[in-house]
């Protein structure tokens, strides 16, 4: 199984991206980041239009799309760890969809199996990925039976 992040803007030098590095360092089974940005000067839908063929194009061919949407299913990080046991046990790739400032296009969503939320807050979506890796990682060693996740 892989898991990939697909993610929309380029992560830069930053607080942000520092945080990523630790926790993609700390992975065990490789996770892959691919990032995608929209370089001409769209706005509003022809944007997200446009956002969402290159999520779509980036995604893995199979892989269960799992939306990060305000709007979407929160769970608990346990939830999370069990979706990816199963994913696990069926052999199946996971591709996370994170949007750009505007969220996730229709079309997007609606080729997810999952859409998650970290909440109803609105997040930066650079923060999100931070977010997504650190959870991840805590899947990851809740599957292992080690003590970093506290119930």
Not at 25 to 44: F, N, P, Y
Request: net charge positive.
């Amino acid at each position: 199984m892989q898991i990939s992040i697909i993610a929309v803007g380029r992560l830069k030098d930053s607080p942000e991206k520092a945080l990523c590095d630790r926790y993609l360092g700390r992975m065990r089974s490789a996770v892959t980041i691919r990032e995608v940005e929209e370089r001409r000067k769209l706005s509003g839908d022809a944007l997200k239009q446009r956002e969402a063929a290159l999520i779509l194009d980036a995604c893995p061919p199979g892989a269960r799309i799992i939306a990060l949407d305000e709007g979407g299913r929160e769970a608990t990080s346990r939830d999370l760890a069990d979706r990816i046991s199963m994913a696990q046990q069926d052999g199946t790739d996971l591709a996370f969809a994170i949007g750009g400032a505007d969220g996730l296009s229709k079309e997007v969503l609606d080729r997810a199996a999952l859409r998650l939320s970290f909440g109803r807050m609105t997040w930066p979506h650079m923060m999100v990925r931070a977010m997504l890796l650190e959870q991840l990682y805590r899947a990851q060693q809740i599957l292992a039976g080690h003590p970093y996740h506290r119930d």
